[in-house]
């Protein structure tokens, strides 16, 4: 079964320090992506980074990166210096294949606080 | 600003009876997704359209519809066969539905409760 396991339901950081959110995927493709969303409180979802499974090199956009490890099927999300604007969920999202339609399946998500 | 729209943000329905979610998009964008949240839960695929006049069922269709008339909009029906309907709706789009790097983006999402 294709899925996507977040196990921590919540996380604090303090202002300024570095957070990593976990995510670990089960799927049974060779090629596959996989993306992280942040859902603040008024309820959008922000993409925040993707990476494919064939990318050699590790995601970065800005203070996200995404430490991808294929061998363990972990695709954890780091965040560098956190603002008090990171406080959010955050969800892990996989793309499959679906009789050629790509769709996703999100894991139940990480709450993040950060403190000041 | 290009961007997805959802109307109302809150929505009340009464038992017995359809609502209607509104989603535009000004993206240009071909795909289009309608996604249900309950708490403490990731998204789930209601619907999905790769183009105008077609669409089909997610994961969870039982209980809604939806229809495909215009590029720019996808409107989500809730009858009264959904038994369950109160939940956070985000409308989703992207650019098209097999591309590999489809990233989907969303609007601000219609929180429907039942009285």
């Known amino acids: 079964a294709q899925k996507i396991t977040q196990t921590q339901p919540g996380m604090f950081v303090q202002e300024k320090e570095a957070v990593t959110l976990d995510c670990t995927y089960d799927t049974s493709d060779q090629s596959y992506g996989l993306f992280w969303y942040k859902q603040p409180s008024s309820g959008e979802m922000i993409f925040l980074i993707y990476?494919?499974?064939?990318?050699?090199q590790n995601a970065t956009e800005g203070r996200y990166s995404l430490n991808f490890q294929k061998a363990r099927k972990s695709a954890n999300l780091v965040i560098s210096a956190s603002q008090l604007g990171d406080s959010a969920m955050y969800f892990c999202a996989m793309r499959v294949m679906n009789t050629g339609f790509q769709k996703l399946v999100f894991g139940t998500g990480t709450r993040l606080l950060v403190s000041p | 600003d290009g961007g997805i729209t959802q109307s109302p943000k809150y929505l009340f329905r009464k038992e017995g009876q359809n609502v209607t979610l509104s989603c535009e998009q000004n993206l240009n964008h071909d795909a289009m997704y309608w996604y249900r949240q309950d708490p403490g839960q990731g998204l789930r695929l209601i619907y999905y359209s790769q183009i105008v006049n077609d669409f089909q069922k997610g994961d969870i269709a039982e209980g809604y519809s939806v229809s495909r008339e215009k590029k720019e909009s996808f409107p989500l029906t809730v009858t009264s066969a959904q038994k369950n309907p109160t939940a956070f709706y985000l409308c989703?789009?992207?650019?098209?539905?097999?591309?590999?790097?489809?990233?989907?983006?969303f609007g601000a999402g219609t929180r429907l409760s039942v009285l």
């Open positions: 990476q494919g499974s064939y990318d050699e």
């Open positions: 989703a789009s992207s650019i098209e539905g097999s591309w590999a790097k489809n990233i989907q983006y």
